[in-house]
């Protein structure tokens, strides 16, 4: 069973880091693209980045360009998403989603979500 | 940036009833569309990917259309499990964007 777990979400103030992880079981990790997307409270969805399997390339939504890096550890089964000068509209649930084993960027399995809380 | 724009933003919809959802591209996405359902306190789920193929174990009342910029998500006949918020997503080209979603509610 594809599994996703994601951690490391929490409160933070603006301008500060933080650094979600997502641990993955169940399916080659090595094998697949992966992604982060968010949710603001209540709102809808935003793709944040993706990393392809040998880290070798990586997209970003422009709104987070130069603040967050996506990463991966493939021996560990992990992806992770290092958020520096966090703000107020970084705030939300953040997935971590498995790309399809296809050619195409579509999302077939996702973690249940990091709540990030931006606010002083 | 492609805006993906959904309509209605709620349909309400009674049980065993159809229900049609529309998604609108900005530009030509030809058949690069993807359909989620997402329900409270839950994380999306895929239903549909390639505008028309339905993802594994998704039942066959869900159906998707349309290529270019005008695609449909039909729900043949509504379960009560079908009450959920649906959201489409492109993945022609950078940035993949989602629409806004539409909430298919009890009427």
């Known amino acids: 069973e594809v599994q996703l777990v994601e951690s490391g979400g929490g409160l933070v103030q603006p301008g500060g880091t933080l650094r979600l992880s997502c641990a993955a079981s169940?399916?080659?990790?090595?094998?697949?693209?992966m992604t982060w997307v968010r949710q603001p409270p209540g709102k809808g969805l935003e793709w944040v980045a993706n990393?392809?399997?040998?880290?070798?390339?990586?997209f970003y939504v422009d709104a987070v360009k130069g603040r967050f890096t996506i990463s991966r550890d493939n021996a560990k089964n992990s992806l992770y998403l290092q958020m520096n000068s966090l703000r107020a509209e970084d705030t939300g649930v953040y997935y971590c989603a498995r790309k399809s084993s296809d050619s195409y960027f579509y999302f077939d399995f996702w973690g249940q979500g990091a709540l990030v809380t931006v606010s002083s | 940036e492609i805006v993906m724009t959904q309509s209605p933003a709620t349909l309400s919809v009674s049980p065993g009833e159809r229900a049609t959802l529309s998604c609108r591209a900005s530009?030509?996405?030809?058949?690069?569309l993807a359909w989620y359902q997402q329900k409270p306190g839950q994380p999306p789920r895929l239903l549909i990917y390639?505008?028309?193929t339905r993802a594994t174990g998704i039942p066959a009342r869900f159906s998707g259309s349309g290529s270019g910029t005008e695609f449909t998500l039909t729900i043949s006949s509504l379960q009560s499990e079908d009450f959920a918020i649906y959201f489409c997503?492109?993945?022609?080209?950078?940035?993949?964007?989602f629409g806004g979603g539409t909430k298919v509610d009890i009427k």
């Open positions: 990393i392809k399997q040998d880290e070798s390339e990586k």
């Open positions: 169940g399916f080659t990790f090595s094998n697949y693209w």
């Open positions: 530009q030509s996405v030809s058949s690069n």
């Open positions: 390639r505008a028309s």
């Open positions: 997503q492109h993945y022609n080209n950078w940035p993949l964007t």
